[in-house]
């Protein structure tokens, strides 16, 4: 039975590779748990103002600015397509100089062009600025990367999950947000409809400011320092130096050993007392696996290695059909929802539109987490949880279908069946980063970097089909549906370790 202590506890560590065993969600003040905070704030909040947009375009910034529906969806994807682009060139940036500065970089340069929405008059300065904008998107690479390297291969799949499913809230709680400033600055603070939508931009700003300071100044590369020194991080032994008549030994840190030989990560010990009994050598093959699986600096050869490779495709198609239409259908379920139901707001629809993104809270770390426990049942097997990804994007694929045949005017039946579609897209991303680290592992970033893009490809392949279509909402989710049910099923046969890979597995 797991323990909930876990949460706030320092998380047990394994000696290889440093890397925690536990995910202390709760405990910002040990690294571990204080990676995992600001690289599940730093997504929400990047998220929350890449869609920051979304709740206030369909009516109050369209009036006024004088959009029309094609300059609204013309929007949408160039905001897709710029987080496409930037995703592909972060992932070998991470492998190269670390997620954590390039999650530092990717916040403050989207926080720019979000200080500057509010001097938008056109509708091509809007294509501009959300274009941008479109670069915090791009923030999710670098922030499975980190994770990546935080925690291990039992639990990776929770803590990936975890961080994206919280991260990802960000685009429901953005429903809430941007209207509530928005109202408040008309109601409270007199502010006419057009200027209280620019001041409302200041907000997303100065959170995505604060949380990239704190994150360069109060976090670490790696669970042993810095990115550079990456390549030593890997424990052989620790040395002994005291063996004390109680049958205990002290163990010290050496260069490439730190402090929490004991398994239990402790910032502030320069050494750790454990049972003698206790102390095993690895297993026959640890060590090197470990070693294989240390980040290398990225290079063409590999880099196209990894990106042509048929695994690359077994987990980018899934990925562009589940968080594809996730941010397709994120970006029109408010418009949708007025449609079918005429006596809501801009407000109430967009409110509504909310729970589908706010359930990534539960869904996504759902699908992380059950891919982890059939990891363990199934004996550490990858393929288990490939199969599980399957289902999900089949499943996923399934409910779409039944959401655009039905087009339902029942609020009850349309809620259900979104919420429903819900937990199946958002366990499938879920599932799918607890996948990405077993896979070429010595290129995590520019796998998860591709795999990251095929997501935002996906939505730019989903938005440009909304686009064509109009208003007809249902008929485009319903053909979604029928992608996502071709793609996983198609993709289900190919082996999801590649021959001769050392680690991962």
Not at 224 to 252: E, I, L, M, Y
Not at 316 to 329: D, M, V
Request: hydrophobic share 50%; proline share 5%; aromatic share 12%.
């Amino acid at each position: 039975m797991p323990r909930i202590q876990v949460l706030w506890e320092a998380p047990k560590v394994n000696p290889i590779n440093h890397k925690a065993q536990a995910v202390p969600a709760l405990n910002p003040f040990n690294k571990y748990g204080r990676t995992f905070f600001f690289s599940t704030f730093g997504f929400m909040i990047a998220f929350m103002s890449w869609y920051s947009w979304t709740p206030l375009l369909s009516k109050t910034i369209k009036k006024d600015l004088h959009l029309t529906q094609k300059d609204v969806a013309n929007s949408n994807v160039l905001a897709l397509v710029a987080t496409l682009l930037v995703r592909l060139m972060v992932g070998p940036l991470c492998d190269r100089f670390g997620p954590r500065l390039c999650y530092v970089g990717i916040l403050l340069a989207g926080a720019i062009p979000t200080a500057c929405a509010g001097l938008v008059t056109t509708a091509r300065g809007v294509l501009i600025i959300r274009f941008f904008v479109g670069i915090l998107g791009a923030s999710f690479v670098p922030c499975q990367v980190w994770s990546t390297q935080f925690y291990d291969k039992n639990v990776v799949g929770t803590a990936n999950g975890l961080m994206a499913g919280i991260g990802n809230a960000g685009g429901g709680i953005t429903y809430f947000v941007m209207p509530a400033i928005f109202d408040s600055l008309v109601k409270n603070q007199g502010l006419s409809d057009a200027k209280a939508w620019r001041v409302s931009f200041v907000v997303p700003f100065i959170l995505i400011t604060f949380i990239a300071l704190g994150m360069l100044f109060f976090c670490e590369d790696t669970p042993t320092g810095k990115w550079a020194d990456r390549h030593n991080s890997v424990s052989r032994a620790g040395v002994v130096v005291d063996v004390p008549n109680n049958g205990k030994f002290t163990v010290a840190p050496t260069a490439n050993s730190p402090s929490n030989m004991s398994i239990k990560s402790n910032d502030e010990k320069k050494g750790e007392i454990v049972d003698a009994a206790s102390l095993e050598g690895p297993e026959p093959g640890q060590v090197e696996i470990a070693e294989a699986e240390v980040v290398k600096a990225p290079t063409l050869k590999e880099g196209l290695k990894v990106i042509c490779s048929l695994q690359a495709l077994l987990l980018g198609l899934p990925y562009a059909c589940s968080f594809g239409a996730e941010l397709a259908i994120n970006s029109i379920l408010g418009a949708y929802y007025m449609k079918n139901f005429k006596s809501l707001t801009q407000t109430t629809s967009g409110q509504f539109a909310a729970m589908f993104g706010l359930l990534n809270v539960f869904f996504r770390p759902a699908g992380g987490m059950i891919a982890d426990i059939i990891y363990r049942k199934s004996g550490q097997s990858v393929s288990a949880k490939k199969f599980w990804l399957v289902f999900l994007g089949v499943c996923q694929g399934l409910f779409c279908i039944t959401i655009g045949l039905l087009n339902t005017h029942d609020k009850a039946t349309m809620f259900g069946l979104v919420a429903g579609l819900a937990f199946f897209m958002d366990a499938s991303n879920g599932a799918n980063f607890a996948v990405v680290p077993h896979v070429f592992p010595q290129a995590n970033g520019i796998l998860s970097g591709f795999v990251g893009a095929m997501g935002n490809f996906g939505g730019v392949i989903f938005a440009l089909l909304f686009r064509f279509n109009g208003t007809h909402y249902n008929k485009v989710i319903m053909y979604i549906g029928v992608i996502c049910v071709v793609i996983n099923v198609g993709v289900s046969w190919i082996r999801v370790i590649p021959k001769g890979q050392i680690g991962g597995r």
